[in-house]
């Protein structure tokens, strides 16, 4: 995978609606201030424990997203401050989320993973249950979260076309929640997807955030 620098990322994404979250997971604040001094202030990481460190280190202008998988018991320790959660997969942690963030008098912005990939490990909603979520008569009142969009990750292969398709379905899915149960909200606008290797093929498909890591900071 070729490297690549925040400026040379930045170019890319000028005739795009996408922004960049630079994914800094074990690499150290050295590193982040680096592109810190540079100008990026969205940082991505996936661990609740080297979130909390790295937020407590660094500069508190900071946007920090949680991309990876969230336990229900982690979600207190980053409730008073983290950006945006990228991987909820479960009515269970919206209503975890919503209750730490009503403790700190905050609204917390999330997205719903969506399963897209053909791999069975990796975490998300299927379509069918994300639209059971969204059609629960519960979630009216969780008012402390607000639900900005989807995410996904596409299968990990070179097979360009397949990893297309991925991104392709997820946006279609993408406009028929917007188009159902958020309409007239201009809050729900988020696509977070397109990683170092396939984010060229996110953009392409309607990414509205790229998560890079190892293109921008090296290999982990
Ligand atoms: C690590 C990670 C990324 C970034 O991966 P790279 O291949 O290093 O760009 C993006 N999204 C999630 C959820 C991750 O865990």
């Known amino acids: 995978m070729n490297h690549k620098t925040l400026q040379e990322i930045n170019n890319e994404l000028k005739a795009t609606d996408a922004v960049l979250i630079a994914v800094s997971k074990t690499k150290p604040a050295e590193a982040i201030l680096s592109l810190y001094a540079h100008g990026q202030r969205r940082f991505g990481e996936n661990k609740v424990q080297e979130l909390v460190e790295k937020y407590e280190a660094l500069p508190k202008d900071i ?36 209750k730490q963030a009503l403790k700190h008098q905050r609204i917390i912005d999330v997205l719903l993973q969506i399963h897209i990939a053909e791999e069975e490990t990796k975490f998300g909603l299927s379509q069918a249950e994300a639209l059971a979520l969204l059609e629960d008569n519960k979630l009216a009142a969780l008012q402390n979260i607000r639900i ?20 392709q379905g997820l946006k279609v899915f993408f406009d028929t929640i917007h188009n159902s149960f958020f309409n007239n909200q201009p809050h729900f606008r988020e696509l977070s997807m397109g990683m170092s290797s396939d984010y060229k093929l996110a953009l392409q498909h309607g990414s509205t955030m790229i998560r890079v890591g190892s293109a921008l900071f090296g290999v982990r």
């Open 63 to 98: 946007e920090w997203h949680l991309i990876g998988h969230l336990q229900t018991n982690k979600v207190k320790y980053i409730a008073s401050f983290v950006h945006m959660i990228h991987a909820v997969d479960s009515f269970k942690l919206l209503e975890e989320i919503n």
């Open 148 to 167: 900005c969009g989807l995410m996904g990750m596409a299968t990990n292969t070179t097979d360009e076309e397949k990893i297309s398709r991925e991104f």
